[in-house]
T-cell receptor, first 115, second 115 residues
């Protein structure tokens, strides 16, 4: 079962920042927070991930609260092409040589960017 | 860099028939995944390969589903016999595990309709 809670849908105006929240209150100390998105009729696409520090890349920023129980994905200037389902995933990472990097997807948040 | 290739893109079969899907991962990616995505839900992991060995097939319905990755590159997923509830998108993903961080790259998926 997914270990995250996300709103089912959100709207955002084109050109504005989109802030997508995610709750992961049972996250463990060695679990990362990952964000993927899925545009209609395509496979999921990696966006960003983080452990406890805020992260930024060319696609988005990830803000993780100090207690790590929640995070926010920020798309600074949303465009119509950002309309997609956004998945927040907490992933167990095994450091002992095992390769079980399982992504457990929930239902995600459908972000609709309006003109 | 070429992405993950999947074929066919669409398939319609009748229940109790057999079907096979093919996946060609990104060159050099040792880890390959098959996911099932039912309409309105997030992808669910079916099986994970590391090279040509199975790492995790705990959610694969083994009475009807099988998968192989004989030479550690391409993979096929087979359903025999198909049921109505197998109607879904079947996604293949691959990754190049670097340290403890891993990004999965997804193909476009094969959309299966069982009548």
């Amino acid at each position: 079962d997914a270990k995250t809670t996300q709103p089912p849908s959100m709207d955002c105006a084109e050109g504005r920042a989109a802030n997508l929240p995610c709750n992961h209150s049972t996250i463990s100390g060695n679990e990362y927070v990952y964000w993927y998105r899925q545009i209609h009729s395509q496979g999921p696409q990696y966006i960003i991930h983080g452990l406890k520090n805020n992260e930024t890349n060319e696609m988005a920023s990830l803000i993780i609260t100090e207690d790590r129980k929640s995070s926010t994905l920020i798309l600074p200037h949303a465009t119509l092409r950002d309309t997609a389902v956004y998945y927040c995933i907490v992933r167990v990472t095994q450091f002992s040589g095992g390769s079980n990097y399982k992504l457990t997807f929930g239902k995600g948040t459908l972000l609709t960017v309006n003109p | 860099e070429a992405g993950v290739a999947q074929s066919p893109r669409y398939k319609i079969i009748e229940k109790r028939q057999s079907v096979a899907f093919w996946c060609n991962p990104i060159s050099g990616h040792a880890t390959l995944y098959w996911y099932q995505q039912i309409l309105g839900q997030g992808p669910k992991l079916l099986i994970q390969f590391q090279n040509n060995g199975v790492v995790d097939d705990s959610q694969l319905p083994k009475d009807r589903f099988s998968a192989e990755r004989l030479k550690g590159v391409d993979s096929t997923l087979k359903i025999q016999p198909a049921k109505l509830e197998d109607s879904a998108v079947y996604l293949c993903a691959s990754s190049l595990i670097t340290g403890v961080r891993e990004t999965q790259y997804f193909g476009p998926g094969t959309r299966l309709l069982v009548l």
